[in-house]
C-alpha cells in the first residue's frame, strides 16, 4: 500500500456526471436505518438551494 488515501468518487445528482471533488448539497434522513448524502461536483453545487438552518426547523416546531 502506498499509504495514500483513495479520493471520493460520487455522481453528481444534477447532471449525472461522475465527479472527484464532490460537494455535499444536501442530508436525507430517515426514520429507520441510516440516512446519506446527496452529492454534486463543483459546477452544479451552486445551483441547489441552501439547506435550511436546523435550529431554524426547532423553533418552528414550538
Given at each position: 500500500m502506498?499509504g495514500q488515501?483513495?479520493k471520493?468518487?460520487?455522481?453528481?445528482a444534477?447532471?449525472e456526471?461522475i465527479t472527484d471533488?464532490?460537494?455535499?448539497?444536501?442530508?436525507?434522513?430517515?426514520?429507520?436505518?441510516?440516512?446519506?448524502?446527496?452529492?454534486?461536483c463543483?459546477?452544479?453545487?451552486?445551483?441547489?438551494p441552501?439547506a435550511?438552518d436546523?435550529f431554524?426547523l426547532?423553533?418552528?416546531?414550538?
Amino acid at each position: 500500500m502506498s499509504g495514500q488515501a483513495r479520493k471520493p468518487v460520487r455522481m453528481c445528482a444534477r447532471c449525472e456526471r461522475i465527479t472527484d471533488e464532490p460537494v455535499v448539497v444536501s442530508e436525507v434522513h430517515q426514520a429507520t436505518g441510516p440516512g446519506f448524502n446527496v452529492y454534486a461536483c463543483a459546477g452544479c453545487a451552486p445551483l441547489f438551494p441552501p439547506a435550511p438552518d436546523v435550529f431554524d426547523l426547532l423553533d418552528g416546531a414550538r
